[in-house]
Antibody
Framework: EVQLVQSGAEVKKPGESLTISCKASGYIFNNYWIGWVRQMPGRGLEWVGIINPSDSYLAYSPSFQGQVTISADKSISTAFLHWSGLRASDSGIYYC????????????WGQGTLVTVSS | DIQMTQTPASLSASVGDRVTITCRASQVIGFYVAWYQERPGKVPKLLIHAASSLQSGVPSRFSGSQSGTVFTLTISSLQPEDSATYYCQNYGSARWAFGQGTKVEIK
């Protein structure tokens, strides 16, 4: 069974760093891209960025470029989303999702990680 | 980057009504468009991919179509369980873009 299991909810203060994770199982991790999507409270879905675990190719939305870092560790079939200095506006639910190729649909999503940044 | 302009932002319709939601892409994107249903507190559910391919297990009252850069999701006969927010998504070329969402309410 394909699963993307994300790390648990986080409460952080502005300026703190944070890494959330997305662990894949039930398929060959290297064969699928992993994308990240943000949903702010009461708002729509926003694309954050994407990684190809096989070659670490990265692409970011212009809105998130320089604000977050995406990475993946093939040895543990896990993708990561990292902030070096959180802001209140980073609060929201972050989803990871997989895509077989850049021309195929996004077929499985993680359950989401709630990030709350508040002083 | 590609922009997906989704309309309307919300709609209210009766059970049995035909409902149409539209997304317009800012440039030619082929058929790389998906439609999702999102219920409160739930993960988005894939309904349609490749503009018009129905995802396995999705009721046949949902359909998608394309005319150039305009993509349409149609619910042929609205049911109470269809109350949700719907999003279009472009997923080609290692870039994703979502529409703003359409909230569908049942009268």
């Amino acid at each position: 069974e394909v699963q993307l299991v994300q790390s648990g909810a986080e409460v952080k203060k502005p300026g703190e760093s944070l890494t959330i994770s997305c662990k894949a199982s039930g398929y060959i991790f290297n064969n699928y891209w992993i994308g990240w999507v943000r949903q702010m409270p009461g708002r729509g879905l926003e694309w954050v960025g994407i990684i190809n675990p096989s070659d670490s190719y990265l692409a970011y939305s212009p809105s998130f470029q320089g604000q977050v870092t995406i990475s993946a560790d093939k040895s543990i079939s896990t993708a990561f989303l990292h902030w070096s200095g959180l802001r209140a506006s980073d609060s929201g639910i972050y989803y990871c999702a997989r895509q077989y190729s850049t021309s195929s649909e996004v077929d499985y999503w993680g359950q989401g990680t709630l990030v709350t940044v508040s002083s | 980057d590609i922009q997906m302009t989704q309309t309307p932002a919300s709609l209210s319709a009766s059970v049995g009504d035909r409902v149409t939601i539209t997304c317009r892409a800012s440039q030619v994107i082929g058929f790389y468009v998906a439609w999702y249903q999102e219920r409160p507190g739930k993960v988005p559910k894939l309904l349609i991919h490749a503009a018009s391919s129905l995802q396995s297990g999705v009721p046949s009252r949902f359909s998608g179509s394309q005319s150039g850069t305009v993509f349409t999701l149609t619910i042929s006969s609205l049911q109470p369980e269809d109350s949700a927010t719907y999003y279009c998504q472009n997923y080609g070329s290692a870039r994703w873009a979502f529409g703003q969402g359409t909230k569908v309410e049942i009268k």
